[in-house]
């Protein structure tokens, strides 16, 4: 008799242990995927056999295959952990071999570059100094600039009044220290080549002599000379202009031209001769939405185009991989994209720990791209895609691998009674 077929059934009973035991330990390992173990049955021919009496000698384990599928997502408070939704991989560096992983548990190292657990660098594509990004190169270890954000100087002012039509008309010559010359004033800011924010003071006179007219002046830093007119500050050309309404309270003229924008001219070496930013600086301000109605005179919106420097303090990832860093001064910017990987035969890779994968000949050469793009993914922020294994089926499958284990033992006791007999005849 042959103890061979008990023997290879004991094998693979417990490769099958060794499996299920290795999905039940990873349960809680972000990233991980379950794996199957496959058999086969192994058949010996004889000559003197016919197809019709032939027993096989056992079985044997085929492969060890992963299952790639999803794993559930769970919300988390670090933005750095990116859940992949639906298929692809992340594509690693480790000191320059390429690994592949799922697990999306990132953090900054000190150099300022995004790595996982073990240390290997995540890849993507950096954008440039003006935010663009160019998926066509190759994938390079994504790194956060910690450099301040540039200053944009202000070049255009919009801004939405209303001024009120029941105001009384003044005659007085304008000073920007009496509040009496003039009717009404309005603040906002205007940021230099240098990046400094300065108070840019608009100030409305009511015309004693004309209908429907007003007289705009303006202010930079408060800068005034000894009559109160500003200094540094010219509105077209002239320290005034003229803005006129129709019978419906619409704006109908600025400086004589048809609602057209202010140029506002700003000569910082007039304000202070000390201050070296670019000078003079030509800024477009726009009243077009300027009403004139019988309501208290009010600013409904005030923007200007201009930023300061800023410091990054803090980050976002979109659904499609790009990051952008937060600022201080309010501004965003793109500072790169997450590349990912996906596979013709994903079941082809090869484990080497760390949740990570490596490519071999049966998996097929890596597609890299950008996520949600051809077949990849989308990217979930503050998530982390948990293992798949279940859990509850593991138990189940390990009940029955026990049991088969069991059957194999009782075989191989039966076999040895019975040589035990035929001995004692």
């Given at each position: 008799?042959?103890?061979?077929?008990?023997?290879s059934?004991?094998?693979?009973?417990?490769?099958?242990?060794?499996?299920?035991?290795?999905?039940?330990?990873?349960?809680?390992?972000?990233?991980?995927?379950?794996?199957?173990?496959?058999?086969?049955?192994?058949?010996?021919?004889?000559?003197?056999?016919?197809?019709?009496?032939?027993?096989g000698?056992?079985?044997?384990?085929?492969?060890?295959?992963?299952?790639?599928?999803?794993?559930?997502?769970?919300?988390?408070?670090?933005?750095?952990?990116?859940?992949?939704?639906?298929?692809?991989?992340?594509?690693?560096?480790?000191?320059?071999?390429?690994?592949?992983?799922?697990?999306?548990?990132?953090?900054?190292?000190?150099?300022?570059?995004?790595?996982?657990?073990?240390?290997?660098?995540?890849t993507?594509?950096?954008?440039?100094?003006?935010?663009?990004?160019?998926?066509?190169?190759?994938?390079?270890?994504?790194?956060?600039?910690?450099?301040?954000?540039?200053?944009?100087?202000?070049?255009?002012?919009?801004?939405?009044?209303?001024?009120?039509?029941?105001?009384?008309?003044?005659?007085?010559?304008?000073?920007?220290?009496?509040p009496?010359?003039?009717?009404?004033?309005?603040?906002?800011?205007?940021?230099?080549?240098?990046?400094?924010?300065h108070?840019?003071?608009?100030?409305?006179?009511?015309?004693?002599?004309?209908?429907?007219?007003?007289?705009?002046?303006?202010?930079?830093?408060?800068?005034?000379?000894?009559?109160?007119?500003?200094v540094?500050?010219?509105?077209?050309?002239?320290?005034?202009?003229?803005?006129?309404?129709?019978?419906?309270?619409?704006?109908?003229?600025?400086?004589?031209?048809?609602?057209?924008?202010?140029?506002?001219?700003?000569?910082?070496?007039?304000?202070?001769?000390?201050?070296?930013?670019?000078?003079?600086q030509?800024?477009?301000?726009d009243?077009?939405?300027?009403?004139q109605?019988?309501?208290?005179?009010?600013?409904?919106?005030?923007?200007?185009?201009?930023?300061?420097?800023?410091?990054?303090?803090?980050?976002?990832?979109?659904?499609?991989?790009?990051?952008?860093?937060?600022?201080?001064?309010?501004?965003?910017?793109?500072?790169?994209?997450?590349?990912?990987?996906s596979?013709?035969?994903?079941?082809?890779?090869?484990?080497?720990?760390?949740?990570?994968?490596?490519?071999?000949?049966?998996?097929?050469?890596?597609?890299?791209?950008?996520?949600?793009t051809?077949?990849?993914?989308?990217?979930?922020?503050?998530?982390?895609?948990?293992?798949?294994?279940?859990?509850?089926?593991?138990?189940?499958?390990?009940?029955q691998?026990?049991?088969?284990?069991?059957?194999?033992?009782?075989?191989?006791?039966?076999?040895?009674?019975?040589?035990?007999?035929?001995?004692?005849?």
């Amino acid at each position: 008799m042959s103890f061979q077929q008990s023997l290879s059934g004991l094998n693979v009973a417990s490769t099958n242990l060794d499996v299920i035991g290795n999905n039940v330990a990873n349960a809680n390992t972000v990233g991980f995927k379950q794996s199957v173990a496959q058999f086969t049955d192994i058949f010996a021919n004889s000559m003197a056999a016919t197809a019709s009496t032939q027993v096989g000698i056992g079985a044997k384990v085929s492969s060890v295959a992963q299952q790639f599928g999803q794993g559930g997502i769970t919300q988390t408070n670090n933005p750095l952990d990116i859940a992949i939704v639906d298929q692809g991989f992340y594509r690693l560096s480790d000191n320059g071999t390429i690994n592949y992983s799922r697990n999306g548990q990132f953090h900054v190292d000190k150099s300022g570059y995004i790595v996982d657990t073990s240390g290997a660098n995540l890849t993507g594509f950096m954008a440039d100094s003006k935010g663009v990004i160019s998926a066509s190169g190759a994938p390079e270890n994504l790194k956060f600039a910690t450099s301040d954000i540039s200053p944009k100087t202000t070049t255009k002012v919009d801004l939405g009044i209303n001024l009120d039509a029941t105001a009384p008309g003044i005659s007085a010559p304008f000073n920007a220290a009496d509040p009496n010359t003039y009717s009404w004033s309005t603040s906002g800011s205007v940021i230099d080549s240098l990046g400094a924010s300065h108070v840019l003071s608009l100030f409305f006179q009511k015309s004693a002599a004309a209908t429907n007219t007003w007289t705009v002046y303006g202010t930079v830093d408060g800068k005034i000379d000894a009559s109160g007119m500003p200094v540094g500050v010219t509105l077209s050309g002239s320290p005034s202009q003229p803005v006129v309404f129709d019978g419906n309270g619409t704006l109908q003229t600025v400086a004589s031209a048809a609602a057209a924008p202010l140029d506002l001219k700003i000569d910082f070496s007039a304000i202070d001769p000390t201050f070296g930013a670019t000078t003079p600086q030509n800024v477009s301000l726009d009243m077009t939405t300027a009403t004139q109605y019988g309501s208290k005179s009010s600013v409904n919106s005030i923007t200007q185009d201009g930023y300061t420097s800023g410091r990054m303090t803090g980050f976002s990832i979109d659904a499609e991989g790009k990051i952008f860093g937060i600022y201080s001064n309010e501004q965003t910017k793109t500072l790169g994209q997450i590349a990912l990987a996906s596979f013709v035969n994903p079941q082809g890779l090869a484990p080497i720990g760390n949740g990570h994968w490596t490519e071999t000949l049966s998996s097929g050469v890596p597609l890299i791209g950008a996520p949600k793009t051809g077949n990849l993914g989308a990217l979930q922020s503050n998530a982390i895609e948990e293992s798949n294994v279940d859990l509850t089926a593991e138990l189940v499958k390990m009940i029955q691998a026990q049991r088969m284990y069991q059957a194999n033992s009782k075989e191989i006791e039966a076999q040895n009674e019975m040589i035990q007999t035929i001995a004692r005849i």
